[in-house]
Nanobody, 115 residues
Framework: QVQLVESGGGLVQPGESLRLSCTAS????????AGWYRQAPGKQRELVAS???????NYADSVKGRFTISTDNAKTTVYLQMNSLKPDDTAAYSC?????????WGQGTQVTVSS
């Protein structure tokens, strides 16, 4: 079993930045794909960004050019750098790690963008 712990959420004003972290209980991201998802009240959960073990990234159209997903050199932590935040980015953000049929989630962290 792998545990994921997210951090870095908070309340920011439009245009500001946040960096979310997702730290695994062991080094996994050299073998596991990772994704950041978000769910706003009344909406379905959506994939925001993903990264493969080889480093290939993918982004939702709504965040392209503003968000960047990356991993640390130890392949233990996945980051989501969020710039130019908008009120529409307000949501609960969760990290997912998967390999084959195995998938695990963190508990989530709240991001609120409001003036």
């Amino acid at each position: 079993q792998v545990q994921l712990v997210e951090s870095g959420g908070g309340l920011v004003q439009p245009g500001e930045s946040l960096r979310l972290s997702c730290t695994a209980s062991r080094t996994i991201f050299s073998l596991y794909a990772a994704g950041w998802y978000r769910q706003a009240p009344g909406k379905q959960r959506e994939l925001v960004a993903s990264i493969t073990p080889g480093g290939t990234t993918n982004y939702a159209d709504s965040v392209k050019g503003r968000f960047t997903i990356s991993t640390d050199n130890a392949k233990t932590t996945v980051y989501l750098q969020m710039n130019s935040l908008k009120p529409d980015d307000t949501a609960a953000y969760s990290c997912n790690a998967r390999r084959g049929q195995y998938s695990t989630w963190g508990q989530g962290t709240q991001v609120t963008v409001s003036s």
